[in-house]
Nanobody
Framework: QVQLVESGGALVQAGGSLRLSCTAS????????MGWYRQAPGKQREFVAM???????NYADNMEGRFTIARDNAKNTVYLQMYSLAPEDTAVYYC????????????WGKGTLVTVSS
């Protein structure tokens, strides 16, 4: 089992920046991809960004350039640096992780709330 704990969510003004963190604990021998999803009020959860242990990244089309994902393997921590935040970025941001080999098990954090005021 892998446990994920997010931090860094806050209330920020439009145009501001914020950095989220997520640290994994538990059984980490096979920890593979880590990433972020978000869920805005009344909407489905959507993909934000993902990073492999080697640092290969993947972003949602409309977020690359404003969001940067990074990872510290020594700390088992993934970060999401967000710039030029807009009210539509308001959401609960969830940390994600999986293992290699992948047996269909996805791990999720409990989420951290980001609120962007106009």
């Amino acid at each position: 089992q892998v446990q994920l704990v997010e931090s860094g969510g806050a209330l920020v003004q439009a145009g501001g920046s914020l950095r989220l963190s997520c640290t994994a604990s538990g059984r980490l021998d096979n920890l593979n991809r880590m990433g972020w999803y978000r869920q805005a009020p009344g909407k489905q959860r959507e993909f934000v960004a993902m990073i492999t242990p080697r640092g290969n990244t993947n972003y949602a089309d409309n977020m690359e350039g404003r969001f940067t994902i990074a990872r510290d393997n020594a700390k088992n921590t993934v970060y999401l640096q967000m710039y030029s935040l807009a009210p539509e970025d308001t959401a609960v941001y969830y940390c994600y992780a999986d293992e290699r080999p992948y047996y269909g098990v996805d791990y999720w954090g409990k989420g951290t709330l980001v609120t962007v005021s106009s």
